[in-house]
């Protein structure tokens, strides 16, 4: 009976995983969301008879609550954890260039830090907390969501200008990844970075509306640049589909430390 814990499983592709994994009543999912209660409700409503889903709270900027996520985990799968996925991220608005005239810098470095402390440590300190439920399961797979805007091949080739502080805090994570791979391959871990493919979820919450639809268009024309014959966005149970098929497929020898795309390769779009 395969466990999975997914983090930021209340919307968009976080919530597309949690229905798409507990569709088989084998699988034991648990989903890692801020707020329980109106979580619950809309699996209530949207999913009623899915009795293999359990939400626990768990949020990436409070350290503390992943260890007592993973602790309401264990308790849940009696001690191991097979797959833990980890979605969760913030995507706070710095839609300029880096070094635009208009640059708020004060915003840039708050966002900056922000997007490090729940992106790239916030993720380190959810690894640690699970690690050793992972240890105590069968399939032992430890996977990050990530984005193509941590390769800095895909921001050259594109000319993705926009979005530095997100994109750096997604390298930040990747590096931890291969970090952690390093040290427990020798224990049959897999530790690898996703990027799901540019995935409409949306307007993402921790921006501004009017500042985000002023930039999408440079966004669209970097990606259209980068695949112009790509078609994109795509749902988010499009992009689920791809990705477990990925994190199926997955070895250390192939993937271990890495970050590949939704079609498991280096193409993001």
Same mark, same amino acid.
């Given at each position: 009976?395969?466990? /999975? ?14 229905? !798409? ?14 707020? $329980?209660?109106?979580?619950? @409700? ?88 699970? $690690?050793?439920?992972?240890? !105590?399961?069968?399939?032992? !797979? ?37 970090? /952690? ?28 509306? @009017? @500042? ?5 268009? $440079? ?51």
């Amino acid at each position: 009976m395969p466990s /999975y814990a997914v983090t930021g499983a209340a919307r968009g592709l976080g919530y597309a995983f949690l229905t !798409k994994l507990s569709a088989d009543p084998n699988n034991t999912v648990i989903g890692i969301v801020r707020s $329980v209660k109106p979580a619950e @409700e809309k699996v209530a409503k949207e999913l009623p008879d899915r009795k293999n889903i359990h939400l626990v709270h768990g949020d990436l900027s409070d350290y503390a609550s992943l260890k007592t996520a993973a602790d309401t985990v264990a308790s849940i799968t009696g001690g191991s954890l097979d797959v833990l996925i980890a979605n969760a991220a913030l995507v706070a608005g710095d839609f300029l260039a880096i070094n635009d005239p208009k640059q708020d810098w004060e915003a840039f470095d708050r966002i900056s830090r922000e997007s490090f402390n729940i992106n790239a440590l916030g993720n380190i300190h959810l690894f640690r907390h699970f $690690v050793p439920l992972i240890q !105590k399961g069968s399939i032992k !797979k430890v996977v990050a969501l990530s984005t193509g805007q941590a390769d800095i091949d895909f921001i050259l080739e594109s000319g993705m200008v926009i979005a530095a502080p997100y994109s750096m805090s997604k390298i930040a994570l990747n590096l931890a990844v291969a970090k /952690y791979q390093v040290q427990y391959a020798s224990e049959g871990i897999l530790f690898m970075a996703i990027s799901p493919g540019l995935v409409d979820t949306g307007m993402p919450s921790d921006v501004d509306p @009017e @500042e985000f639809m002023a930039q999408l268009p $440079v966004m669209m024309n970097a990606m259209a640049k980068y695949a112009p014959d790509a078609k994109f966005p795509i749902t988010p149970e499009e992009s689920v589909e791809r990705v477990l098929d990925v994190i199926d497929k997955a070895t250390i020898e192939k993937n271990g430390g890495i970050m590949v795309s939704h079609w498991g390769n280096k193409r993001w779009l």
